[in-house]
Every structure is written in structure tokens, then in C-alpha cells.
């Protein structure tokens, strides 16, 4: 089957581990990659893979505009804003990875058909792509009445942007955990932890839910978790799903911790926080891929929009 | 006769205090409190969740009422003093500050890991555009050297702290390691320096005369010692050392001893005491908010929690981990169950 042409916009850690798994992909080919940094690693490793590249941006990236139909956003949000509407000009399909949040949230296995033709989506958080799926494995059995996150992630792996915005990360996920997740009210707390050898990202994920059968919930969330893994490989609970009765009261309390080990590829295993999203990235271009082969991807649904 | 050197005292009953009440305050309690330490002279008067702004949720424990209800009932009772909150940056948002500010608090508090001061960032260039006076802590500061001390300390004025604390969360710091943080800290900044400490080795009042000895001008304490693990530095007692040693606090010491005995005790559920858990924590280093839950945990999964402590302190958890003490405790009572079933056990 003929492979999707993608670019990845963006030369640093997150564009080259993007880079190493595009390569992996059955459905998705790598063809371009642009920086801003004509000697960055992450240039030099896409041209000894055959790459196309360019030191021009955005700009460098839409000469190419012939060879590829998706383009994965992995600078800032503040790039991405810029970067939009030319992308969309130009027919492009962004998958961002930034804060920016131009186009809907998406969460692999949870709300991508309900964003089918979108011109941009948006990735949420590594928060949200670490719980997110597993708050709407418990929906399906149950309503959630309430979801609370805290993720702990290597001080080393949160870089500037995410240092000097940390509320966006709190904002976003909790939001996501209401509006994909499926749960009335979410509040998303994280803490960097700066041990050293660094630490692997953990989540712990609560969720206040319905009376409901203890062994259906553990089911369906440890269905959710084999599927995740499929595309992050690194993704497990740490220990069984923990399911208590509330003292007097008709709910259950649902505790979940989720570990994620990256796969290694640029970032360091360490970095699940970072892993997630490239994989979740990956998988929802290839997800796109699949829909473009089939002609379900409506670039009708594209033009309409300019 | 010589000028009595100011110190300026936070007191954090309403807020640390919270930890050892699992977050249990009325905001007829807050104001009643509020008022006595008011009435004593107390410069600031903090009130907040333990875990600062937006900390009521499941990991922390759920504020009985309202923080919003809590820091209204004591702005309306404040009269001299001024009304502090705490904000933990990756727990409270800047959304949480403004709504404080709009209830009356003139003084935040922005708490990072010793490590990590650049999170509060965006907390701290808020609070300053609204007017507020801020007041940077680097928590857990033994697990920090003088020298990350003193780096992290510039950060945060250059955010535009005014004062920076060595915050001593797990009351693990001994006086030479006090003297030597607020010295590190005192020669990098120019803004005001202080102290928070815990009691966890006894050493709370001590290492306070020993941080305004080195240059401190600012404290934190509690009322009864009211607060996480063995409690902080008392306030009842630290005014009444200071007096002795020829400092000015603009606390009576009379009335501050009055609001501990009359009203702050009877509101203790448990004595703050130094226990063998609290202990261990000072002895091992581990943040003294963990302790109810650690204690919480243990019981539930029938393991000592001196083991899940010295676990957290294995791991290098930091402030705001408490989820980790259930899956620690729960894989302690795992690792117990499979000694017991193992067959050398029967055997033995």
C-alpha cells in the first residue's frame, strides 16, 4: 500500500524523536523536515535518513508543499498560531503538538472520528494522552462524576515551555478529562521531580464514579491499557486497578497508577512524558493516513473551510 | 537604649495548621482565629488549603468548606494585619491568586522545590501586577546545597519576589545547615530573607534564631505549632524567645499565648507532637504534609509507616507526591504477604 508523505516542522527533541518513529510507520513516509537551525542534530539525522530539509521554517517547508499531506507541528505555540492559517492555505493537514490548541483536542482511541476532516488538531497534554483514554474506558462502564490527575515528571524533561506555563498544562488537562474523558469535573495537578537518575513519568489517575460493577470497570480499563500500549509500549499500571466503595454514599472510588516508559528513540527512556505525545502524534497521523488512502479524510471538507 | 531589629512573622495556622486537621476548618473557626492572631499584632495572617490555592482534591484531601469561604471569613475580621495565601505552582493557577486577591490577601506565598523556582515564574509577575507583596519559598531546601540555594533564591527575585524563604518541609535541617542556607542565600540577593521551619527533630524555634542570626528578617510559624508532621515553629514561643533576645515582632506575647490557649488548642483534634512517624520523616528528610496520609495509608494496608516513609525518601519524592503513599504502602503489604508465603518462611 502507498505510504502517506508527511513533514515533521521543527528540528529539536520532540521533531527528531517524531522522526525516528515516522520511520517505523507502515502508513506514514517522512519526507520533509524544516528547522530554523541550518546545523541542529535533528536536521542532520532527517538528511542522513533521505530526508528533504530546510533551515527555513515554515517558509522552506511550504516549497516542498508537493511532497507531503501532513504536517506534524512540533515547534511553539506561539510558532503554531503563525503557522496555522499558512498550513491550511496551502491544504496542509497540522497535527500539533504545542499548547496552542488552534484546531480540536484529540485523543487516539477516544475522539478522532468526531474531528474527521479537520484541517488542525491539537494533542492536548502528555497528562492527557496518559489519562484522558483511561477516564473514558471507566466512563463506559459508569458515570464519572469526578477526575483527578497528578502527574510527576523528571524535572528534565520539562523544558522552558512548559516551566514558564505550567497553568496551561493544569488548565488543559483537566479540561481534557471533562470534554474527552467524559467526566463532569476534572482537576489535573503536576509535579516535577528533579531525582536523579531522573524518574520515569508516572500518573495517577482518581475517578468518583457511579455504583457500578467492580470487575467490568477493571475489565474495560485494563482493555484500554492493552490498546494504548499498542502504540506507546512503555504504557502500564503499576499496580491492579484499585476499586473502593465510598462510605456512605453510592459511588465508587477508582485509583489508578499509570507508568510510562519512553521508547527510547531520540528522547531518553525517561521522558515518557515526551514519548506519549510523539507516539500519540504518530498514531493519530496514521490514523488520518488511513482515512486519506480510503478518501474519508474529505479535502472537500478542507476547501470548504477556506 | 539600641533600635529593637524588626522581625517580620507570618503566621500560617490557618494554612499549615490545615495538614493536621486533613483540611477540616470552618470558616467560623478561621475567623475566630483570625481575629485573635489579629488582635495579637500578627503582621500576616495566612489562609489557604495546606497544600496552598486549589489543593482541596482527592491527592490532598477535600477542604471541608470552601477555601474562598475560609479566606472571606478572616478578610472580614482582619483589621490590622494582612491576609495571606499560599499558592504551590502545578497545583493553584494564577486563576485561584486573582480570586484571592479579590477577597483581601496582600501577601502571597509562591512554593516551588528547592529545584524548581522557575515554575513560579508566572505565579510571582501576577501577584506583583496586582499589587500583592510576594514571598518566595524553596520547599524541601535541605535536599538543595547553599550554592542551588542562593541560584534558585536569584530567580526568584528576579521574578519579583521580595522575600525569599529556606523552607524547611521535612524539619530536617540542623543549625549548621540552617546557618549555611541563609547565609548562601543572604550574599546572593538583594530582596528580604527568611525562615519556614518544622519541628520534626526539635529544632524549629532554635533553627529560626539561627536563620535571623545569619540575616533573616522574615519568619513563618504556627500558633501551637499547629501544622504538618510535628508541627512548625510555635508562634507563642518564638515571640516570647525573640522578645527575650532583643527583637521588636509588634506581637503581645500575652494575647498571641492567650489565642494559642483559648482558642487555637481547643480546635487541635490530636496534640502536634513528635511521633515516630513525624520522627522518621525529620530523621529521613520526607516532606511533612505526607504524614497523615502515610499514616493513613499504613493503616488501611496494615504496614508500618516508617517503611512507606523511608520508601518516599528512597525515592526522592518531593512535595505535592502524595499519591505515591497508597501504591507504596499497598506494594509494601504485597512484598510482606509473599515473605509469608514463601516456602523457606514455612519452612523457618
Known sequence: MEQIPVAVLGSGNIGTDLLYKLKRS?????????????????LARARQEGLMTTDEGIDGLLHHGEQFEIVFEATTASAHVRHAPLLKEAQKIAIDLTPAAVGPYVVPLVNLQAHVGEPNVNLVSCGGQATVPLVYATREVAPVEYSEIVATIASKSAGPGTRQNIDEFTATTARGLERIGGASRG???????????????????YGIVEESDPEELRKSIEEMVARIQEYVPGFRLRAKPLIEDLPGRQRKKVTLYVEVEGAGDYLPRYAGNLDIMTSAAVKVGEEIGKHLRAGTWEKDGLEARL | MSERIPIHILDSTLRDGSHALSHQFTAEQVARVARGLDQAGIEMIEVSHGDGLGGSTMTYGFSKQSELELLDAASSVIERGKLAVLLLPGIGTKDDLKKARDLGAKVAQI?????????????MELAKSMGMEVIGMLMLSHMGSPEKIAEQGKLMESYGADVVLVTDSAGALLPPTVRERVRALRDAIQIGVGFHGHNNLSMAVANSIIAIEEGARWLDACTCGLGAGSGNTPTEVLVAVLDKLGYSTGIDLWKIMDVAEDIVRPIMQKPVR???????????GVYSSFLLHADKAAQQFGVDPRDVLVEVGRRRAVGGQEDILVEIAMSLAQKNAEVEASPSRRLA
Do not use: F, W
Open chain 1, 187 to 205: 482537576k489535573a495537578v503536576i509535579v516535577l521531580n528533579p531525582a536523579e537518575p531522573p524518574i520515569l513519568m508516572r500518573n495517577t489517575i
Open chain 2, 111 to 123: 512554593a516551588t522545590h528547592v529545584t524548581e523556582a522557575d515554575v513560579a515564574q508566572q505565579h
Open chain 1, 26 to 42: 507502515k502508513i506514514l513516509k517522512p519526507t520533509v523536515m524544516a528547522g530554523i537551525i541550518p546545523d541542529s542534530a535533528g
Open chain 2, 274 to 284: 513528635i511521633g515516630k512517624a513525624s520522627l522518621t520523616m525529620g530523621y529521613a
